[in-house]
């Protein structure tokens, strides 16, 4: 089992940064394929950006792809999501996932641990 503690969220202006952390507990950080999902006010939670066990692939929603980066260190037991040229429709509450089972990246389901979530507002 893990526990995953997210932390970077915060208010920023439309063009802005962020960079994101989610800390997760346990020895066997490496075995776990991570993610991001965001869930806006009153929408689905929906699928950011993953990155598989090693950190050599890495998968992004259209919606984010170019601007936002997901990397991972097995050493700190942490992953990150650097959000570049952020827009208010980025604004949302970031979720921090895993899961050690094969499966589609982007699908919800697949994830068996989550993260309380941080708060992401771009204001424009």
């Known amino acids: 089992q893990v526990q995953l503690v997210e932390s970077g969220g915060g208010l920023v202006q439309a063009g802005g940064s962020l960079r994101l952390s989610c800390a997760a507990s346990?020895?066997?950080?490496?075995?776990?394929?991570m993610a991001w999902f965001r869930q806006a006010p009153g929408k689905e939670r929906e699928f950011v950006a993953a990155i598989n066990r090693s950190g050599g692939s890495r998968y992004y929603a259209d919606s984010v792809q170019g601007r936002f980066t997901i990397s991972r260190d097995n050493a700190k037991n942490t992953v990150y999501l650097q959000m570049n040229s952020l827009k208010p429709e980025d604004t949302a509450v970031y979720y921090c996932a895993a899961r050690n089972r094969n499966g589609g990246y982007g699908l919800r389901t697949n994830y068996d641990y989550w993260g309380q979530g941080t708060q992401v507002t771009v204001s424009s």
């Open positions: 346990g020895r066997t950080f490496s075995s776990y394929i």
